[in-house]
């Protein structure tokens, strides 16, 4: 964690904004408050987790997605349109029955914020869990994109993981006889070690690093940096995202969506940014 510190001050310039960003982190790191914050900028579209990228078309994404994992795409839906959840929900059926590819998906969306002059931001954590995943952003957009990478440090990421009991979202996971902590460590690890190899194939200009810690505590900084990477001006309403993010209740009250604790504070709260100085596994950490 800390020997890939140095490179998160990378300065970045476009000549133009991308059409879609990838905000790509491990679980529990922070990508649900990163979200809000984005989304209260007035030129930035930033739905709930799309979950698109793992699929190559909307039936292969209902039959493998856990239920209540696929509602932002929905959630997308009612802000773009200005519609009501049920008759998002029901346009995302009728997309289902025409078993719509990803890249269909997709195009729609764009189509839709582009009209708005919006650039879309996809915060979907679990496309990290493959470099083949990853990829097809490539495959898809090519130098339309851009990405984010979030990276928190380990500790206090694993404990939130074993906190919210997310072991139960990999049941089927190779390393399921490991401790929640232990499984905690390792998708942290893969993740973050799928995200570091990717982007080192992809030309610097399209990609940067945020530190959880480092946003926590300097937020306007941190932010600011961002918009410059983005190519668009500082909005202050990013550092209110509890007052003018969007989408931030889900969909349903059983959607498996964001962050279920976020809307327990009402302010980006400085102390997060120091849980790792007294963070401690319970178990013997393989990291480095």
Same mark, same amino acid.
């Given at each position: ?49 799309? %979950? ?30 200005k519609i009501d959840a049920q008759a998002a929900t029901d346009e995302v ?101 799928n995200i570091l190899d990717f982007l080192a194939k992809i030309d610097n ?31 202050? %309403?990013?550092?209110?995202p509890y007052e003018k993010g969007s989408m931030l209740k889900p969909l ?37």
């Amino acid at each position: 964690y800390h020997k890939n510190k140095t490179h998160s001050k990378k300065t970045c310039s476009l000549k133009k904004q991308p059409d879609i960003v990838f905000l790509l982190s491990a679980p529990r790191s922070g990508s649900t408050l990163l979200r809000a914050m984005l989304s209260a900028h007035k030129q930035l579209f930033c739905p709930p987790e799309l %979950n698109l990228l793992s699929f190559s078309h909307l039936q292969e994404r209902e039959e493998l997605l856990k239920s209540g994992q696929g509602d932002g795409l929905a959630q997308a839906l009612t802000e773009l349109d200005k519609i009501d959840a049920q008759a998002a929900t029901d346009e995302v059926a009728n997309w289902l029955k025409e078993n719509k590819t990803t890249e269909q998906v997709y195009r729609d969306l764009l189509t839709k914020t582009k009209q708005r002059n919006l650039i879309t931001i996809d915060k979907s954590p679990h496309y990290a869990q493959s470099l083949n995943i990853l990829e097809k952003a490539e495959q898809l957009f090519g130098d339309r994109v851009r990405y984010i990478h979030l990276l928190r440090h380990p500790y206090p990421a694993v404990l939130s993981f074993v906190r919210l009991g997310m072991e139960r979202l990999y049941e089927n996971s190779e390393q399921e006889n490991i401790s929640a902590a232990e499984l905690g460590e390792y998708t942290w690890t893969i993740y973050n070690r799928n995200i570091l190899d990717f982007l080192a194939k992809i030309d610097n200009s399209r990609h940067c690093r945020i530190h959880y810690e480092q946003l926590m505590q300097n937020p306007e900084t941190e932010l600011s940096q961002l918009c410059q990477f983005l190519e668009l001006d500082f909005d202050n %309403n990013m550092l209110q995202p509890y007052e003018k993010g969007s989408m931030l209740k889900p969909l349903k009250a059983e959607s498996l969506t964001g962050d279920p604790n976020f809307l327990k504070k009402t302010a980006i709260d400085p102390s997060r940014g120091d849980a790792w100085r007294t963070s401690r596994l319970p178990h013997k950490p393989s990291l480095s």
